[in-house]
């Protein structure tokens, strides 16, 4: 039972993050820095967005193998394939109907998108699968350089906003919201969803 639970927030959490990530972009207003990338990229090479997500994330698994010097973490794949689907599923859905053009609801829907990112990474976080190769990119510089995890997590920042940039990737005040807000958010909502979970596996 807690290995069918486990399973199921791990299901949800990722729908409710690729949905997060999908509204964000189609509000037009920034994504995050490496979601931004990720459009960029697409519009730039080709290729979906979602399948630009598992490109940039299997080159960042081999990369945190090296800086931690251990073999890749050849199950976080499994993370960042569902993703990278699940992304190009929420952005075939004509959600720009949902909300008019004004900027209102533009906001509307960004906010939202935060929401639903949060929620998505508090749920998935729960059944303790390894970390997707972005998020262990923090701990390999922590680790391979002797930085702290927030000087490591905005190195990491800097350089995807840096190509999205180049690549002419959807950076805006959404961005600079999204990078500053999932944090707190988070940290107020874990702990229920925490208990929830420990409630229904148990």
Do not use: C
């Not at 807690?2 to 997060?20: D, E, M, Q």
């Not at 998505?120 to 699968?129: D, E, H, N, V």
């Amino acid at each position: 039972m807690n290995k069918i639970i486990r399973i199921l927030f791990y299901i949800i959490g990722l729908l409710f993050l690729t949905l997060g990530i999908s509204l964000a972009i189609k509000a037009g207003l920034g994504a995050s820095a490496w979601d931004a990338l990720a459009v960029g990229e697409s519009k730039t090479f080709g290729f979906s967005v979602g399948n630009w997500i598992i490109i940039n994330s299997s080159i960042l698994l081999f990369i945190n193998a090296f800086l931690q010097k251990k073999r890749p973490e050849w199950l976080a794949a499994i993370t960042f394939i569902l993703i990278g689907r699940f992304l190009d599923f929420w952005l075939t859905i004509e959600s720009e109907h949902l909300f008019d053009a004004n900027i209102v609801t533009r906001y509307v829907q960004l906010v939202l998108a935060i929401l639903s990112m949060t929620i998505g990474i508090a749920i998935y976080l729960q059944a303790k699968f390894p970390l997707s190769p972005i998020d262990d990119l923090m701990i390999s510089f922590n680790k391979r350089f002797g930085v702290s995890l927030g000087v490591a997590k905005t190195i990491g920042e800097v350089f995807a906003l840096v190509l999205a940039f180049l690549l002419q990737g959807p950076i805006g005040i959404g961005t600079v919201l999204i990078t500053f807000s999932i944090g707190p958010i988070l940290q107020r909502i874990r702990a229920p969803i925490e208990k929830l979970f420990l409630k229904l596996s148990s």
